[in-house]
């Protein structure tokens, strides 16, 4: 199955203010049960565990309205992990929530080198084209102190597959068309290795989760194998 990409309708907000709001709900609907949280608190749990750290910041890149590190600090907490998110992305119609927040491009972060212990992304990377994908893992390196953070879908036609099956779940027709178009372009685990190999990152860490998601960890300083 070859990587296609197909523009998705979100990205440039194709849709009426409802259909937009739909899609924005749909998104926490399959952050919540398809993997998405599940996913990045591993990462930042993995983080707080081989650097000893109780008490991390963390930017999201491509936000919206921050549910997925909302609830990952939710979880965290629980844990004895403090996680202290500040939210971008490219929309101010996008972000919706009480912590900071800056509109900006994910490829030029406006922030200070080690401005954040940890930069994250979820369900980011595979919009992106190879080059603009090692362009924000670079940027995230420089503004990281620790880690930059990858949370994104796994290409396969199995996962094609369990998207159309759960097209009768979805709120807006934008994620009917949305969730088809990232499963198109995503990435593989291979591909991904391959090409996060120029990142210029001391160490890289790969692994799989619950329905067809990668985790990657892009690791600024040194630290130990996963």
Known sequence: MHRVVIPELLDTDAGTPAEIRGSLRDLRFINSWFGGVRTTTRLVEEVARQTSKPSLSLLEVAAGSGYVPERTSAVLRRRGIQLSPTLLDRSPAHLNSSRPAVAADAVALPFRDGSFDVVSCSLFAHHLEPEELLRFVREGLRVCRLAVLINDLIRHP?????????????????????????????????????????????RLNFSRHYLFRMGVIAWKGQGAEM
């Open 158 to 202: 199995l996962h094609l597959w369990l998207v159309y099956a759960g097209f009768p779940l979805y709120r807006s027709r934008l994620t009917r068309h949305d969730a088809v178009a990232s499963v198109r372009r995503a990435y593989t685990m291979d591909e991904m290795h391959a090409l996060l190999s120029r990142c210029g990152a001391s």
